[in-house]
């Protein structure tokens, strides 16, 4: 986000994907696709207000010029450009880890035991957040204050609904604190489950990509 130049992200992006073609493979084209779906929209919009209605680049409005329609297609592009190198990376990262289950992650991860242990319950009630979110519309459409499909209907009802599941997100979590946990004796147990057996270590690929990736990360930064 902080590079300055085209040429900056251009050497962000070939250390982005020669990582995704080397360490995660086939599934880098996947990545790629839902990068491409996810900022194509953004781009379209940013297209249609900055080149079509506006006219000139922020930094000529600030400048308080004339400005041209290049200009702002150029700032379009940059700020796309730069949003697709971070969501692309985001994407590769996550298709690293497609094998493993979110516990072995977390247990991998080299942090303190408590933060390992606050993400795992996080994860927990946001699945409890999702189930109360199911069990809360359907119950409402039994009820017939809802439908399944889009209506005005659940256009005027949607605050039952936001009520039904914060009271039940609630009362689920409550109980968890208050019995549940304490009774298995859940944060003994994943204190256990997330030990680390050995100790972290750096690959061979990880000492080639390190001073790749600071390299170009400089020359980013650097770069105008």
């Avoid at 900056?8 to 990545?31: H, M, N, Q, R, S």
């Avoid at 990376?89 to 408590?114: D, H």
């Amino acid at each position: 986000m902080a590079t300055g130049s085209f040429r900056g992200l251009l050497a962000l992006a070939t250390i982005g994907l020669g990582f995704a073609a080397i360490e995660v493979g086939w599934p880098t084209v996947t990545a790629l696709r839902r990068s491409i779906i996810l900022v194509l929209p953004l781009a379209v919009f940013l297209t249609i207000v900055w080149v079509g209605v506006v006219g000139r680049s922020p930094a000529e409005i600030a400048a308080d010029q004339v400005g041209t329609r290049s200009a702002a297609l150029f700032h379009v592009a940059r700020v796309c450009a730069r949003l697709f190198v971070v969501v692309f990376m985001i994407q590769a990262l996550i298709a690293c880890f497609s094998s493993s289950t979110p516990l072995r992650f977390i247990r991998a991860l080299y942090v303190p035991l408590p933060l390992k242990r606050l993400l795992v319950l996080t994860l927990s009630l946001i699945e409890t957040f999702r189930h109360a979110t199911d069990r809360g519309h359907t119950a409402l459409v039994a009820a017939g204050l809802l439908t399944r499909k889009t209506s005005i209907r659940n256009l005027v009802n949607a605050w039952v609904l936001v009520q039904t599941v914060w009271l039940t997100a609630i009362t689920i979590v409550m109980h968890r604190l208050r019995d549940k946990w304490p009774i298995e004796n859940t944060l003994a147990l994943l204190d256990g489950a997330l030990a680390q057996v050995e100790p972290p270590s750096l690959s061979r690929n990880d000492m080639l990509w390190l001073p790749l990736t600071l390299g170009a990360t400089i020359f980013a930064i650097g770069a105008f």
